[in-house]
């Protein structure tokens, strides 16, 4: 059955079946693979997560470990440990097993650019979460304009993740601002 846009793309239909969609989207994961063999991009949620991580390492100075580790994905170049989020929806997730030592938020948009949320300390982004209850799923859910405002008016410029030079993040949507 053919599948159809969204209201607001174009009306015209998209003939792709959902089997042929899954074989393109694991032809370009495989590609993915082959790019950026620390991360597996699977179609199980992760996808988002490992595209985030890989634009984040681009961008800012930072090292992503070769492994899955346990509580952070990177480390800066002056030494700090850093969880890496990324979303193409309203929310972030935050830990509840954990703090991390930074945390980097990042909206990623369809046109694979992305918006800084939160570059800081993690014990600053934990303050979204601080007072709720542990979830199941380990992971707490925070509005990017809870976390936007946090990081504009409680993250110190120094303690920021440093961009890699020539690097630039596009800014965030208005309409995620409210």
Same mark, same amino acid.
């Given at each position: 059955?053919?599948?159809?846009?969204?209201?607001?793309?174009?009306?015209?239909?998209?003939?792709?079946?959902?089997?042929?969609?899954?074989?393109?989207?694991?032809?370009?994961?495989?590609?993915?693979?082959?790019?950026?063999?620390?991360?597996?991009?699977?179609?199980?949620?992760?996808?988002?997560?490992?595209?985030?991580?890989?634009?984040?390492?681009?961008?800012?100075?930072?090292?992503?470990?070769?492994?899955?580790?346990?509580? *952070?994905?990177?480390?800066?170049?002056? &030494?700090? =440990? /850093?969880?890496?989020?990324? !979303?193409?929806?309203?929310?972030?997730?935050? +830990?509840?097993? *954990?703090?991390?030592?930074?945390?980097? &938020?990042? =909206? /990623?948009?369809?046109?694979? !650019?992305?918006?800084?949320?939160?570059?800081? +300390?993690?014990?600053?982004?934990?303050?979204?979460?601080?007072?709720?209850?542990?979830?199941?799923?380990?992971?707490?859910?925070?509005?990017?304009?809870?976390?936007?405002?946090?990081?504009?008016?409680?993250?110190?410029?120094?303690?920021?993740?440093?961009?890699?030079?020539?690097?630039?993040?596009?800014?965030?949507?208005?309409?995620?601002?409210?």
């Amino acid at each position: 059955m053919p599948m159809r846009r969204r209201a607001g793309q174009s009306s015209r239909k998209v003939d792709i079946s959902i089997p042929e969609a899954v074989r393109q989207m694991l032809a370009i994961v495989g590609r993915l693979r082959q790019a950026h063999p620390k991360k597996r991009f699977t179609l199980d949620g992760r996808l988002v997560g490992d595209i985030g991580e890989i634009l984040a390492e681009a961008a800012y100075q930072l090292k992503l470990f070769e492994d899955l580790q346990k509580h *952070h994905d990177a480390r800066t170049a002056d &030494g700090r =440990l /850093v969880q890496i989020k990324a !979303t193409m929806q309203r929310s972030l997730t935050f +830990p509840v097993d *954990h703090i991390p030592e930074c945390y980097l &938020g990042i =909206l /990623v948009h369809p046109d694979g !650019t992305f918006s800084e949320i939160f570059n800081g +300390p993690g014990i600053v982004a934990h303050r979204a979460v601080q007072k709720r209850r542990p979830t199941k799923t380990n992971l707490h859910s925070v509005r990017i304009s809870t976390l936007l405002k946090l990081n504009r008016q409680e993250v110190d410029p120094g303690a920021r993740i440093a961009l890699r030079p020539g690097s630039a993040v596009r800014p965030v949507p208005a309409r995620e601002v409210r």
